[in-house]
């Protein structure tokens, strides 16, 4: 597939076929250029760099868990880059940032989002940061299903949750309200399970901050700092500033632009962005009116035109545009839109893309994600029994269980028993 760009530097096109279809990804030649893998000779069978029965170095794809990240190296993947309409092909709004000192986080974890990060096979325990920029669903709707699914697949540790509130909101709309009642919602769940799985994740601790409040910091471990600066989307929406290692990483949810963003993200070495379709598309595809449709993209949201805008003026040293439905059929109108007044590196996000970002420069590639994910194994040891004694089915419902089910169900025990030396004795009741 070839893709046509009107501006800027020599831009390569790789199609990636099979699981995307016919998806594309753009990258910047030059910068490119600047990879390790790059400036050596290319690999040949007569350089004696490449042999066909070793690993090609020259993917132009990332296998997840296949590649350490350099100590001073930041890996960003797309997890959700559509929209609030639920689409196979694009989650909502979630972006997983890995820095070479061992640190992640998540940035929104929109619907749809959750099994794209199992997917990638990162053990749970390692991911209990997230940043919402703002409570939308399309930001945070598979933050209920990440929080209640921690438990079964290993993740042993709270949930940890970063998000607005205060600044003159309405404390009922703030995270911890939002959360406190989503906890509450999944009381049964969270009750029946005691003593059955380890549940210690089964708790969030919620840090709510001013959205309000300019270049904010908002986090700040380990050398990394992260800082909220206001956002123009209702009330209570943030944009995330994340400064490591002399880099930032800029991110925008949902939001106008403004001057706060235009200040502070100025020169990001990624700036992700929100990017709507232009308005005669947004009527055309989502069936809405014209009026409706400038509505969304124009004073809720920023159009095409409104990011191309707002990187040139912002000069990041690589743009990602997202938040848009990218099909073959919308991307060349958000490109031309974009491109009217930005000519700098841009990628068009897809799910699965990956950055690979240093000071040198930003390599873009697909991820390969995993469609038969189990639970990664465990970092810490399992405690069952934390969180009080098991369950108890009560015995009216017990009453249902057919006696000459007993005799099967200790045969299966014994056979396990025989197979793995255990000890473990069938029991319905604790
Ligand atoms: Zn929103
Ligand atoms: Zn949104």
Redesign the pocket.
């Known amino acids: 597939m070839k893709i046509f760009r009107s501006k800027g530097a020599a831009i390569a096109t790789v199609a990636t076929a099979g699981l995307f279809g016919a998806a594309a990804l753009t990258f910047d030649v030059d910068i490119r250029m600047k990879d390790a893998w790059a400036k050596e000779a290319k690999p040949s069978a007569s350089t004696g760099k490449w042999s066909p029965t070793k690993p090609n170095p020259s993917f132009d794809v990332y296998y997840p868990g296949t590649e350490a990240l350099a100590p001073d190296e930041m890996r960003v993947i797309a997890c959700g880059t559509g929209m ?1 309409m639920p689409r196979l092909k694009q989650a909502a ?1 979630c972006f997983l940032i890995e820095l070479g000192n061992g640190d992640k986080f998540i940035f929104d974890m929109g619907t749809g989002s959750m099994e794209r990060i199992y997917a990638l096979g990162i053990p749970l325990d390692y991911i209990d940061k997230v940043f919402l920029t703002h409570l ?1 669903m ?2 945070m709707g598979d933050l209920q299903a990440f929080y209640m699914y921690g438990p079964q697949n290993n993740r042993s540790v709270p949930l940890r949750v970063w998000g607005p509130g205060g600044g003159g909101t309405r404390p009922e709309w703030g995270t911890k309200a939002s959360l406190d009642h989503m906890q509450k919602t999944w009381a049964w769940m969270n009750g029946t399970l005691v003593g059955t799985i380890d549940m210690r994740s089964s708790s969030i601790e919620v840090t709510e901050y001013d959205w309000s409040k300019v270049n904010n910091v908002i986090y700040e471990h380990n050398g990394v700092v992260i800082k909220s600066i206001p956002a123009i989307h209702f009330e209570q929406s943030a944009s995330l500033l994340l400064e490591w290692n002399g880099m930032t990483l800029a991110y925008m ?2 939001s106008l632009p403004n001057k706060w963003w235009i200040k502070h993200a100025h020169g990001a070495d990624l700036a992700i962005s ?1 990017c709507f379709l232009p308005p005669d598309l947004a009527a055309k595809k989502w069936s809405f009116t014209g009026q409706e449709a400038l509505n969304a993209v124009t004073t809720i949201h920023a159009t095409a035109a409104f990011f191309g805008k707002v990187m040139s003026m912002t000069k990041p040293k690589h743009a990602v545009a997202f ?1 848009f439905q990218n099909d073959a059929d919308t991307l060349p109108a958000v490109m031309n839109a974009v491109e009217r007044t930005y000519d700098g590196p841009v990628d068009y996000a897809q799910d699965f893309m990956v950055w690979n970002v240093t000071k040198e420069g930003v390599r873009t590639r697909m991820a390969v994600p995993n469609h038969e994910a189990y639970p990664t194994p465990p970092l810490h040891e399992k405690k069952i029994a934390t969180g009080g004694e098991r369950y108890q089915t009560p015995d009216s419902v017990l009453a249902g269980w057919p006696d000459e089910f007993t005799g099967l169900a200790n045969k299966i025990y014994a056979n396990f028993n025989k197979k793995h030396g255990t000890d473990y004795k069938f029991k319905l009741k604790k």
Do not use: N, T, V
């Open positions: 609030p709004a939308h399309d930001h949810g949902d929100e938040h």
